[in-house]
């Protein structure tokens, strides 16, 4: 039996419908986020380390289509319960490579 891919459909689906409604359509899980840390020594202006500062460096480019960036898993970590400290700090063991992306179109 041939697996049907329920999520990528759903994705494709709402691309088509929010086509003359959004600028950007971000394809990500509930479970999954975008971190942005602060370097050090480095002070970002207001607003520019953010989603929408990465997203909207691309806005006025008529040949990008879509931005995507790596997707990194993480475990538990040997942890039975959520990190006190929050998950950035928290989780630290992850796979060594990437396995998926996740796309804003």
């Not at 003359?20 to 480095?42: I, L």
């Not at 520019?48 to 993480?74: G, K, W």
Request: hydrophobic share 35%; charged share 15%; with cysteine.
């Amino acid at each position: 039996m041939a697996w049907i891919k329920a999520q990528e459909a759903g994705f494709s689906h709402c691309a088509l419908r929010a086509k003359y409604e959004c600028k950007w359509v971000g394809f990500f899980n509930v479970d999954e986020f975008f971190y942005f840390p602060h370097y050090s020594g480095q002070t970002p202006l207001p607003g520019q380390n953010s989603l929408r500062a990465m997203v909207s460096n691309y806005t006025d480019l008529p040949t990008i289509v879509e931005v995507r960036t790596m997707c990194h898993s993480f475990g538990p970590s040997g942890l039975t319960e959520p990190p006190k400290q929050g998950v950035t700090v928290g989780y630290t063991c992850r796979l060594q490579a990437t396995e998926r992306h996740k796309s804003f179109v």
